[in-house]
C-alpha cells in the first residue's frame, strides 16, 4: 500500500481552562490518543456525537492546533518539523471547508475580491486572467452562469451557493485533500444531497481526498469510503462496512438512534416509556464507554480495549467483545 | 383515524411581515387543524414558514414585524387572533397551549434555578410548598432523575437533552391541550434525540394532549405524528395521513423530500 497522506500516531489533545470557581485549572482530552492513517483519495468520515473530539481532530489535521502530544505526519513528514516553504506547501494541499458558510465568507467582500485575493497569493492565474479563472471555478462547483455570481456578496447567496463558494476556494489550489468540518449541517435536505453530489463530482475528477467530520451518520454512509467513530477523545472504530456491520457497541447505539422514515415501523410510537438513561459520567480505568454499554462484562472495568483488527473485512474495533457486538443484527 | 373534535382550526391564515422596504408573504393562505390529543406534523426547509406559523398561531409575533395577519384562528371554539392579551394570558396558563423551541438555552433565564423557572408557569393559586411538589412532579415526569437536585441547578449546569426536558417541563406546568414543538430535537444528539422524542411521544399519549411537531426531519414526522402537513413558501402543498404520505405522496415536492430523506437513512426503507 502506498504512504498515507496524513499519518496520525498517539495524537493527545488536552485544552486547560480555568474551572468555575476560579480557583483552579480543568482539563478536558479532547483527543486522547488517536491513530489514524489518511490514504491518498479517499473519503474518510468521522463520526461521533458533540465532545467526541471530531472538531479538534479536524483542526490538528489543518494545522490550527499544535498537538499536546503525538505526532502528526504529511506524506511522511512530521508537521512540527516543516520549515516555512514546506508549511505553505502544506497549506496548499490541505484546504479546509467549514459548517457554517455564511462565516466562513468575508461578508464585505464580493466572490471576485474574496477569492482573487489567493489567486494573487499563489499567482494562479495572470492579473487579466483572474476573473475568467475565477468564473472556470465557480463553474466546476456547478455554480451556472459563473460570472453572474462574482460580483455579489455573501449575504446575496443562498446557504448552498455559498457553501459552493466555499468548496471551489478550496479546490483552487488543486490540494491533494479537503478538511471539511461538519459541512452539511446547517443546509436543507435538498441542498445537502446537492453538496454531497458536488463532492463525489469533484473526487472523480480530481481525485481530492477528503476528511468529513459529521454527526450525520445516514449522510455519511452514502459518501464515505471509511468511517472513524470518535467517542471521549479515542477512535472506537473504523471502517468500510460499519453501517451494515458495526462491531463497537457505540456504532451500534449511534445506528439504533436513527429514526425510520417507515411510519409502520416507526419504534417511539411502538416503544415502552422506558428510554436508555443519559450518559454516565465514566469511572476512572476500564473502558470508556461501559456506562452506557448493554455488552458490559467484568474485564470492561479493569482494562481499556484497544482497537484491533475484527473479522476479515478491515475493521478495526476498541471492544473487548466486538466478534459478539458484530455477529448481531442491527435493530431499527 | 382520529375523529375526536378539533381543537385549532386556522382558516386562511396570512401572515406578511415588514422586512426593511419589502413585504413578504411568509404564510399566505394556510389552513391547518389540530384534533384533540391528536400529534400533527410539519414538514419543510427553512423558508417554508412552518416556524412563522407556529408564532402566529400561539400569538408569538412581535406586533412591530407584521405587515398583514389575517384569518380565522380558533382554539377550543374561541377566537384567538382578536383575544385581548388578559385572556390570552389565561389561555396560556392554564389548560391552552404551550410551546417550546430548538435552542433551550436561548429560552431559559441562565441566572435563575430551573424551580424558579419551572414555578413562574404554574397557576398562582396554589401556596409555595404545593408549588414545590408540582414542580417536582413535572421534572419527574419528563424523566429527569433527582428532581429536588435539578430544581436546584442553573441552566449551564444541565446537559442540552436536560435542558430541552425543563423547557418541556415548563411548557406542561399549565397542563396544556395543545403542545407546539418547534425542531425540539435538532439541536440534540441523535441518541439524546430519540429519548427526547420517546418522552415526548409519552407525555402526548399519557395526557392525551395533542401535540403540533414543526421539523425539517421527516423521521421525525414517521416517528411520531398521525397526520403531516407539508409546507412550501408559505403554503401548504400537501396534508395527509402519516401513512398515507409516506406510500403515496401527492405532491411532486413531497415526493422529492421523501426521496432524498430516504437515500440517506438507506437502511429505514429497506432492511
Known amino acids: ?332 | 383515524m382520529n375523529a375526536s373534535p378539533v381543537l385549532l382550526d386556522v382558516r386562511d391564515l396570512k401572515v406578511h411581515l415588514r422586512v426593511g422596504p419589502v413585504l413578504v408573504k411568509a404564510i399566505d393562505g394556510v389552513d391547518f387543524q389540530v384534533r384533540h390529543g391528536e400529534c400533527v406534523g410539519i414538514v419543510g426547509e427553512s423558508g417554508s414558514g412552518k416556524s412563522t406559523m407556529a408564532r402566529a398561531v400561539t400569538r408569538l409575533m412581535p406586533n412591530v414585524a407584521i405587515g398583514e395577519l389575517s384569518g380565522r384562528l380558533t382554539f377550543d371554539g374561541r377566537d384567538i387572533l382578536g383575544m385581548p392579551d388578559a385572556e390570552l394570558r389565561r389561555l396560556r396558563r392554564g389548560r391552552g397551549f404551550s410551546m417550546i423551541f430548538q435552542d433551550p438555552l436561548g429560552y431559559l433565564n441562565p441566572t435563575q434555578r430551573i424551580g424558579r423557572q419551572i414555578g413562574e408557569a404554574l397557576a398562582r393559586d396554589a401556596g409555595a410548598g404545593a408549588d414545590q411538589a408540582r414542580i417536582r412532579t413535572l421534572l419527574d415526569e419528563v424523566g429527569l432523575p433527582d428532581p429536588a437536585n435539578i430544581a436546584r441547578r442553573y441552566p449551564h449546569e444541565l446537559s442540552g437533552g436536560q435542558r430541552q426536558r425543563v423547557m418541556i417541563a415548563i411548557a406542561l406546568a399549565s397542563d396544556p391541550q395543545l403542545l407546539f414543538a418547534d425542531e425540539p430535537t435538532t439541536a440534540l444528539d441523535a441518541t439524546v434525540q430519540l429519548q427526547v422524542l420517546q418522552t415526548l411521544y409519552r407525555l402526548h399519549r399519557e395526557r392525551n394532549m395533542a401535540m403540533a411537531i414543526i421539523t425539517h426531519d421527516l423521521g421525525v414526522v414517521a416517528e411520531l405524528c398521525d397526520r403531516v402537513y407539508v409546507m412550501r413558501a408559505g403554503k401548504v402543498v400537501e396534508s395527509a395521513e402519516t401513512v398515507t404520505l409516506f406510500e403515496n405522496p401527492a405532491h411532486d415536492y413531497s415526493r422529492r423530500l421523501i426521496e432524498l430523506s430516504t437515500r440517506r437513512h438507506t437502511r429505514g426503507a429497506g432492511a
Open chain 1, 1 to 332: 500500500m502506498t504512504e498515507p497522506i496524513l499519518r496520525l500516531h498517539g495524537v493527545e489533545q488536552i485544552y486547560t481552562s480555568r474551572n468555575a470557581a476560579g480557583s483552579g485549572w480543568s482539563t478536558v482530552r479532547a483527543v486522547d490518543g488517536v491513530d489514524l492513517d489518511v490514504r491518498e483519495g479517499e473519503t474518510l468520515a468521522v463520526v461521533g456525537e458533540s465532545g467526541s473530539g471530531k472538531s479538534t481532530l479536524a483542526k490538528l489535521l489543518l494545522m490550527l492546533n499544535r498537538p499536546t502530544a503525538g505526532e502528526v505526519r504529511f506524506r511522511g513528514r512530521p508537521l512540527a518539523a516543516l520549515g516555512p516553504a514546506d508549511r505553505q506547501a502544506y497549506r496548499r494541499q490541505v484546504q479546509a471547508v467549514f459548517q457554517d458558510p455564511a462565516s466562513s465568507l468575508n461578508p464585505r467582500m464580493t466572490v471576485a475580491r474574496m477569492l482573487g485575493f489567493i489567486v494573487r497569493r499563489h499567482d494562479l492565474a495572470p492579473p487579466a486572467e483572474v476573473r475568467a479563472f475565477l468564473a472556470r471555478q465557480l463553474a466546476a462547483v456547478g455554480l451556472d452562469p459563473p460570472e453572474s455570481y462574482l460580483d455579489r456578496y455573501p449575504h446575496q447567496l443562498s446557504g448552498g451557493q455559498q457553501q459552493r463558494i466555499a468548496i471551489a476556494r478550496a479546490m483552487m489550489l488543486r490540494p491533494a485533500i479537503i478538511i471539511a468540518d461538519e459541512p452539511l449541517s446547517s443546509l436543507d435536505v435538498s441542498v445537502q444531497a446537492q453538496v454531497l453530489d458536488l463532492m463525489r463530482d469533484l473526487h472523480q475528477a480530481t481525485n481530492v481526498g477528503f476528511v468529513i467530520i459529521s454527526h450525520d451518520l445516514g449522510a455519511m454512509e452514502a459518501i464515505a469510503d471509511r468511517t472513524a467513530v470518535m467517542y471521549r477523545g479515542r477512535i472506537v472504530e473504523i471502517g468500510g462496512a460499519i453501517y451494515a456491520r458495526p462491531c463497537h457497541p457505540y456504532t451500534r447505539l449511534l445506528l439504533e438512534a436513527r429514526l425510520s422514515l417507515d411510519p409502520r415501523r416507526g419504534r417511539i410510537r411502538a416503544m415502552s416509556a422506558a428510554a436508555r438513561p443519559e450518559a454516565v459520567a465514566a469511572a476512572a480505568g476500564g473502558c470508556r464507554f461501559r456506562g452506557r454499554c448493554a455488552y458490559a462484562v467484568d474485564i470492561c472495568a479493569r482494562a481499556e480495549p484497544a482497537l484491533r483488527t475484527v473479522g476479515t473485512d478491515g475493521t478495526l474495533a476498541a471492544c473487548h467483545r466486538a466478534e459478539e457486538v458484530g455477529a448481531e443484527p442491527i435493530a431499527i
